[in-house]
């Protein structure tokens, strides 16, 4: 959900890129640039555009779009990207669950909360202020137009997950749709690398295609949230033997409630 590199170098974009190929990973890798990613040099160039739609399976439609205050002046997101957003969800309507990535969250609430509203509500969903009861973000807060356009689309089309970040913690919003009926998981994860709120982790959750139902990983210790570094780093070794022409990667997991299989 964005921030692959943290100083927007050649070197470390191209370093994340290194890894996926290096990893020869059976699944899909999805990502959105984040505020550290600057999107039109290096992140272009070595991890693809900055917003894409692309169904998995044909029950997953997953879509991301680029948030950013700090590059669109009193802006979270341009209307370009509301549009491509809009245009995608209308295009797949037809498949069944779908997930929305982008770097910025729409609601903070910690670290689990549930939110019962529609995206018209003036009561609940005000805009973030000093002293002011609301779950709405302080990024989204800017521009509450947005906010309510991009909340309607996820209402009208019943997104499943939003997976956010940035904020370097985690989160998750249970949003309930009085007006549809439907449910939205908003999901932030913590940062894997750079300084954290909490801890560096890695979150996982489960999204089950025939059911739509959202399982989020009990860790051993934090409950429903990211699985420490620390945790990966003493419980799942990673070799990697070099030759003048090839390598392998294994990888052997100690950690019996983690199933790191496809």
């Known amino acids: 959900a964005g921030d692959v590199s943290d100083h927007a170098s050649e070197y470390e974009t191209?370093?994340?890129q290194v890894y996926r190929y290096m990893m020869l990973y059976e699944y899909p890798i999805f990502g959105v640039p984040g505020n550290h990613d600057h999107p039109g040099s290096w992140h272009a160039l070595y991890l693809g555009p900055t917003r894409w739609a692309s169904v998995v399976g044909g029950k997953l439609l997953i879509i991301g779009v680029y948030?950013?205050?700090y590059f669109v002046s009193d802006n979270i997101i341009t209307w370009d990207e509301i549009q491509f957003l809009e245009q995608a969800l209308v295009n797949y309507s037809s498949v069944p669950y779908?997930?929305?990535v982008t770097h910025y969250p729409m609601f903070y609430c910690e670290p689990?909360?549930?939110v019962v509203a529609?995206?018209?509500d003036e009561e609940v969903l005000k805009p973030f202020a000093p002293g002011v009861n609301t779950p709405v973000s302080s990024y989204w807060s800017v521009n509450m137009t947005a906010f309510?356009?991009?909340l309607k689309l996820i209402e009208d089309y019943?997104?499943?997950v939003v997976v956010s970040g940035h904020i370097h913690r985690d989160q998750t919003i249970v949003y309930k749709s009085r007006r549809t009926n439907t449910t939205t998981y908003f999901i932030t994860t913590t940062t894997a690398a750079q300084s954290a709120a909490t801890y560096q982790g890695i979150r996982v959750f489960e999204l089950d295609l025939e059911s739509g139902e959202v399982k989020l990983m009990e860790v051993p210790g934090v409950g429903r949230r990211s699985i420490p570094i620390s945790y990966l780093n003493f419980g799942v070794s990673v070799k990697i033997l070099q030759s003048s022409n090839a390598y392998s990667v294994s990888i052997t997991n100690m950690l019996p409630w983690l199933n790191l299989t496809v």
């Open 67 to 69: 948030t950013n205050p």
């Open 98 to 100: 779908k997930i929305i």
């Open 118 to 120: 529609s995206y018209d």
């Open 112 to 114: 689990e909360c549930t």
């Open 148 to 150: 309510r356009y991009v």
């Open 14 to 16: 191209k370093l994340a």
């Open 158 to 160: 019943n997104v499943t």
